[in-house]
C-alpha cells in the first residue's frame, strides 16, 4: 500500500497549544492508567473533522519492560489503541456517532513504518470520512514520530450499548 497523502500538513501544528490536556480527555474518554494512550489535543478542525493529538512515550509505559527486554519498542497494538483513543475523543466529545461509548468495530490498511521508543512523542492525526449516526464511524489515521509517518491505517468505531451491558451484569 502506498502512503497516503497527510491528513494535514503537520508544519502547522503547534504542539504547545493544548487544546485538551489529559484532564480534558479523561472527561470524554473512558480508559484510565495502563489503557490511558493520549497526552493532549492540541488541534481540532471540525468542519473538515481532522483531529490531532499526542501520547509521550516513556520509560513508565506499562510494555517498556517486556516488549522487548534492552530494546523496548512500542507495539502496534498499543499505537492502535492511541489511534482509536484519539478518534473516540473526536466522535463523542463532538456527539457524532449518538452513543454513550464508541468500540473498536475493525481496523483496514494497517502499516506500520518505523518503531516508536520511550522518549519518542507520537503525534497522531485523524480524520473521520464517513460518520453514520448510531451505527459507524470511520477514520483515517497517521502517526508520526518527528516528521516521519510510523503508523497509517483505517478504523471503525461502532456504538457500545452501555445500558444494555451495565443491566445484564447487574442480573448475573
Given at each position: ?6 491528513i494535514i ?6 504542539v504547545n ?133 510510523v503508523v ?21
Amino acid at each position: 500500500m502506498p502512503r497516503r497523502e497527510p491528513i494535514i500538513d503537520m508544519s502547522i501544528i503547534d504542539v504547545n497549544n493544548v487544546f485538551a490536556d489529559i484532564e480534558a480527555i479523561r472527561a470524554v474518554n473512558p480508559q484510565r492508567f495502563e489503557m490511558e494512550q493520549l497526552t493532549a489535543i492540541v488541534h481540532v478542525d471540525i468542519d473538515a473533522k481532522i483531529c490531532v493529538g499526542y501520547k509521550d512515550v516513556s520509560q513508565e509505559d506499562f510494555w517498556v519492560r517486556g516488549h522487548m527486554p534492552n530494546m523496548p519498542l512500542m507495539p502496534g497494538v498499543v499505537m492502535l489503541e492511541a489511534a482509536a483513543q484519539l478518534c473516540s475523543w473526536f466522535t463523542q466529545k463532538y456527539d457524532l456517532l449518538g452513543a454513550s461509548m464508541v468500540g473498536f468495530g475493525g481496523l483496514e490498511n494497517v502499516r506500520f513504518r518505523d518503531p516508536v521508543i520511550p522518549g519518542d512523542r507520537l503525534v497522531l492525526a485523524c480524520c473521520l470520512e464517513k460518520v453514520r449516526r448510531n451505527r459507524i464511524i470511520v477514520s483515517r489515521f497517521q502517526g508520526y514520530v518527528r516528521d516521519a509517518i510510523v503508523v497509517e491505517g483505517e478504523l471503525k468505531g461502532i456504538p457500545i450499548p452501555v445500558d444494555a451491558l451495565q443491566s445484564s451484569s447487574v442480573d448475573s
